[in-house]
């Protein structure tokens, strides 16, 4: 039986009566020194029993990543984006050379087609048919009666950002509105990306590639939590990545990050400059930026994609090019998904609301190519666009409309109060510009003052640099308000295959994972804890006691603090003892908070966000202690929250995971 547990005592089950849960264990004082800034809460207390310990950190020269480099033949990076996916790879023998995939079959007028939709096709049946153009080219030749049976995907991404209590049974709706969990319509997608690309290397070898030569990585944003970071690395375990035994074969890395890396790379011809002016910052335009870094500069990267905003300040360290963050990541939903929504939202002005519904249930197809047209409108908008844009309506949505309303969509637009928008006799919206660029407007005035905010902080006043990079970034639209915002506090750059940047470096994060020396914590991480009970200074109703002792309840013992510097490899330890030598489970519950003050697990924004698991099943075959040392090392400076543990009195490994899914 499996055993949920609190410090010294109780479990952190939710039974009325705590006096009543024999579950418990301790935390031990043992004699390593703390060497930490901040200390334990039970310490300050001066309670010198049982109190947790206080976090030593260590740094861990052998960082498993890199150990694990050498035994992969080639890379693979796997961008998956909210509106566009793909991969590229590079051999470990040729870092240098790195392989964007083969072009994709199908594409749209004006659209680069280097990547593919992300859009996923399913069966009636509801298995995987197609993806990206194929899928989307399919799902439209279908007769609108059989279309409503398939199961077709896009933009499915941003759940994993949106949902505040993600699971491995969280559902995504198709576009005919039935449902389907989203873990394997992630999965599917993996499977396609690593077949496609072990095909590519295959050809390219001349012999069968196998996927176990393969080290692959995965994009998520940085401002992604850790249960959606974690829900990635299922989703590619079922699609036969990697495995749980094999867990280091996969690497999570973050959007801005990947950027980041392949940025500090660029030399002049690579890049534009939207800010052609004097120095700033002690630079001059006529520098090169990649061969121009000096000691210590730094700067920023926007990443501004389909469904989220990414923004990372690094600081690059010569002459290796090791990068420092020194900001946690920041950033929101404000991609370039967030204009379609003001496309939507003006059909609805124009059409109403109920018929838009209908109409996207009713002709899944035809809405998605209504989309398509506006997308390929939308990437024609730019601040000194003079002459309209016209967006092709699909036959059926004119049809639908005039059988729903009994007018013409014609008549709606004379009748609606929408200035700017006109009927073309050729079937289509006709837009003015300015109306074009009142549905950039909300989305780019929160990137905007999101990054007002951010050049507000002391650690980023003095950046040299601003990267501007993703899908987002190619709009003219955001470039112009990115220059006028900032053009005079710092140098403004665009990489030119700017869609491809987080790929690029994606690929040179799996070649070199210790690129990244030093991270922020987005959060404040810790356990909830027993320390003794002191009059004064704990809350009345944090009292409990328990076989004459009295206890202060709800502690939050902190391991890490949010904004706070962790390097690569750097260790938060804690030592754990089961209360029972029979105990062979300890579960400890994982909290956090966007806060540094936190004093209780109780404390407005504090959530549970996940479980510490220490097995000790496999560790019981020699004789061991009575008061038996569990001691567990915590790593926060990797993309991805690690943990180890050793049965001190053994020197075994304890089997240990952090579930931030199942909790």
Same mark, same amino acid.
């Given at each position: ?59 861990? =020269? ?35 050379? +790195? ?66 209590? @993600? ?16 873990? /394997? ?7 396609? #990306? ?28 940085? +401002? ?26 996969? $690497? ?91 496309? /939507?939202? @003006? ?27 506006? /997308? ?7 601040? =000194?666009?003079?002459?309209? @844009?016209?967006?092709?309506?699909? #036959? ?58 951010? #050049? ?10 601003? &990267? ?5 970034? /190619? ?10 915002? &900032? ?5 403004? +750059? ?21 690129? $990244? ?98 097995? @000790? ?28 543990? +050793? ?10 995971? $952090? ?5």
């Amino acid at each position: 039986m499996m055993e949920s547990v609190g410090v010294y005592g109780f479990c952190g089950c939710k039974a009325k009566n705590k006096m009543k849960c024999d579950s418990r264990w301790e935390i031990t004082a043992a004699e390593t020194a703390p060497t930490s800034a901040y200390s334990s809460p039970a310490r300050s207390l001066g309670d010198t029993g049982i109190t947790p310990l206080s976090p030593s950190h260590i740094v861990n =020269d052998a960082d498993p990543n890199v150990s694990e480099q050498q035994t992969f033949l080639v890379v693979v990076a796997i961008d998956f984006g909210t509106t566009s996916s793909g991969y590229a790879y590079s051999f470990t023998k040729e870092p240098e050379c +790195i392989h964007v995939m083969r072009r994709w079959e199908g594409g749209d007028p004006g659209v680069s087609n280097q990547k593919t939709p992300t859009t996923i096709l399913l069966t009636p049946e509801r298995k995987f048919h197609s993806f990206g153009y194929a899928a989307r080219d399919f799902y439209h030749d279908l007769d609108p009666t059989e279309a409503k049976q398939w199961l077709y995907l896009e933009k499915f991404k941003m759940k994993l950002h949106t949902t505040g209590d @993600l699971t491995m049974d969280t559902d995504l709706t198709a576009a005919n509105g039935k449902k389907v969990k989203a873990l /394997e319509i992630f999965a599917y997608a993996l499977q396609y #990306f690593k077949e496609q690309a072990l095909k590519e290397l295959s050809d390219q070898a001349g012999s069968e590639f196998e996927n176990s030569d393969v080290r692959w990585v995965i994009t998520v944003p940085a +401002i992604w939590k850790q249960p959606a970071k974690q829900f990635m690395r299922q989703a590619a375990y079922q699609a036969g990545l990697a495995s749980p035994e094999n867990s280091e074969q996969l $690497i999570i890395a973050l959007e801005p990050e990947a950027a980041s890396i392949y940025c500090r790379k660029l030399r002049l011809h690579q890049m534009i400059e939207l800010s052609g002016k004097a120095a700033v910052n002690g630079y001059s335009a006529s520098d090169t930026v990649g061969a121009g870094f000096a000691q210590g500069d730094k700067y920023v990267v926007v990443d501004s994609g389909g469904g989220t905003v990414d923004l990372t300040v690094h600081q690059i360290r010569l002459p290796e090019g090791h990068l420092k963050e020194l900001y946690k990541a920041t950033g929101g939903p404000y991609g370039s998904l967030g204009v379609d929504y003001e496309f /939507e939202k @003006l059909l609805c002005k124009i059409f109403g609301e109920d018929f838009i519904e209908q109409f996207k249930i009713k002709r899944p197809a035809a809405w998605v190519d209504l989309m398509i047209a506006f /997308e390929s409108r939308k990437r024609a908008a730019a601040p =000194d666009r003079t002459n309209p @844009l016209n967006i092709t309506l699909p #036959f059926s949505f004119i049809d639908y409309y005039k059988k729903f309303r009994g007018h013409s969509v014609e008549h709606a637009l004379r009748k609606s109060n929408v200035d700017f928008v006109k009927w073309s006799s050729q079937g289509m919206l006709r837009m003015s510009p300015d109306a074009m660029n009142a549905l950039f407007k909300p989305t780019i005035d929160s990137i905007i003052e999101h990054l007002r905010d951010l #050049f507000q902080k002391p650690e980023v006043c003095t950046v040299k640099f601003l &990267f501007l990079v993703g899908g987002f970034a /190619e709009a003219p639209l955001l470039q112009q308000a990115v220059h006028a915002a &900032f053009g005079d506090k710092c140098r403004i +750059i665009i990489p030119q295959d700017v869609g491809l940047t987080i790929l690029k470096g994606a690929v040179l994060f799996g070649l070199d994972p210790a690129v $990244i020396k030093v991270r922020r914590s987005p959060l404040t991480y810790g356990v909830g804890v027993l320390n003794r009970y002191v009059e004064g200074k704990h809350p009345p109703e944090k009292l409990l006691v328990k076989d004459g002792t009295r206890w202060c309840t709800d502690v939050f013992d902190k391991f890490i603090s949010a904004d706070q510097s962790v390097a690569l490899g750097e260790l938060v330890k804690r030592s754990y003892t089961p209360a029972k030598p029979s105990q062979l489970v300890i579960v400890i519950n994982i909290y956090s908070s966007e806060l540094d003050a936190v004093s209780f697990i109780t404390d407005p924004g504090v959530k549970k966000c996940g479980t510490l698991r220490l097995d @000790l099943t496999g560790t019981s075959g020699t004789a061991v202690p009575a008061r038996r040392e569990i001691q567990t090392l915590m790593q926060f400076g990797d993309t991805e929250i690690k943990a180890t543990a +050793i049965d001190v009195a053994t020197s075994k490994s304890v089997k240990v995971g $952090i579930d931030f899914l199942n909790y």
